[in-house]
């Protein structure tokens, strides 16, 4: 059974970085894809980036691009998330997803698999 679970969501200050990981486990393919998406305060779940694991490729939603980064440890197992100059209007719920599949996007709903979320919170 496939497991995600999202850890390094903590308080941080205005203009900090952080990373944020997702462990997965129950995956025996290597032919999958992890999107990374948030949910801020009011608004609905939204995709932030997405990492393809069978070939590397990434793509980061318009938003945060040049902010935002995906990569992946294989051997691992963990997808990351890594966030730069962070403002409180990245503070919400982040979660990850998992779908088997030569995959990479920002749609819910296309993803089997979620993780809890971890909380960012971005102080001012």
């Known amino acids: 059974q496939v497991q995600l679970v999202e850890s390094g969501g903590r308080l941080v200050q205005w203009g900090e970085s952080l990373r944020l990981s997702c462990q997965l486990s129950?995956?025996?393919?290597?032919?999958?894809?992890v999107g990374w998406f948030r949910q801020l305060p009011g608004k609905s779940r939204a995709g932030v980036g997405c990492i393809n694991n069978f070939d590397g490729s990434t793509f980061i939603y318009d938003s945060v691009r040049g902010r935002f980064a995906v990569s992946t440890d294989r051997s691992k197992k963990t997808v990351y998330l890594d966030m730069d100059k962070l403002t409180p209007e990245d503070t919400g719920v982040y979660y990850c997803?998992?779908?088997?599949?030569?995959?990479?996007?920002?749609?819910?709903?296309?993803?089997?698999?979620w993780g809890q979320g971890t909380q960012v919170t971005v102080s001012s």
């Open positions: 997803a998992w779908v088997i599949g030569n995959s990479c996007n920002l749609w819910s709903g296309g993803y089997t698999h």
């Open positions: 129950g995956v025996t393919w290597d032919g999958y894809g």
